[in-house]
């Protein structure tokens, strides 16, 4: 398992970054509209440990099957996560539920990647909750990249999209519902 550490910022708007990283020379990845699938048990035995079994599909067939385990302390959002492509997502998600793991909870994004200072630096566009940046490296050259970007470290968010979701949708006195654009 890699060890994963990230910060991630809520911004008013990407096109200002969009723009800094253009001036930057960042190496612009693309953008993709992403759908994920978040399993666990039916009683939740996963997330009551902090673990996350995640499914992702990024247009085409295949995708990635990330595991990642409970967050670490440190300065920044860091666990360790292990992650492999498969080339079904729709086969996967029925072997899943096969041995037992049922899909709680379905989010998409629109995620625009960057490299820039040894970190990927992700733009995500999120159905309702907004816009939001990610910077995953190492401490130094995530401050690096944020100071870059005009942007305060002490800003950043420990809370994943589902717990943004559900503070989201808690606020408008809503149920839970998965996190998707309109048109699906």
């Not at 039916?42 to 673990?51: E, F, H, N, T």
């Not at 899909?103 to 995500?124: A, F, G, M, P, S």
Request: proline share 3%; charged share 30%.
């Amino acid at each position: 398992m890699a060890l994963e550490m990230e910060a991630k910022l809520k911004v008013d708007s990407l096109e200002p970054l969009q723009a800094r990283l253009a001036n930057l020379g960042a190496v612009d990845e693309g953008r993709v509209r992403e759908r994920n699938w978040v399993l666990d048990t039916p009683d939740g035995s996963l997330r009551s440990a902090g673990k996350l079994l995640r499914v992702r599909n990024t247009g085409g067939d295949g995708g990635v099957l990330t595991v990642k385990t409970p967050l670490e302390g440190g300065a920044f959002k860091s666990r360790e996560e292990v992650e492999v492509t498969v080339d079904s997502t729709d086969r996967l998600l029925v072997q899943l539920a096969a041995i037992g793991y049922e899909v709680r909870w379905i989010y998409e994004k629109y995620r625009t990647t960057y490299h820039w200072c040894d970190c990927n630096v992700v733009l995500d566009e999120c159905p309702e909750i907004g816009d939001f940046v990610e910077v995953e490296g190492d401490a130094d050259a995530i401050r690096t990249v944020l100071a870059d970007l005009g942007l305060d470290p002490a800003d950043h968010l420990d809370t994943n999209y589902l717990g943004l979701w559900q503070e989201y949708l808690a606020a408008r006195g809503e149920g839970h519902r998965d996190m998707v654009f309109p048109d699906r």
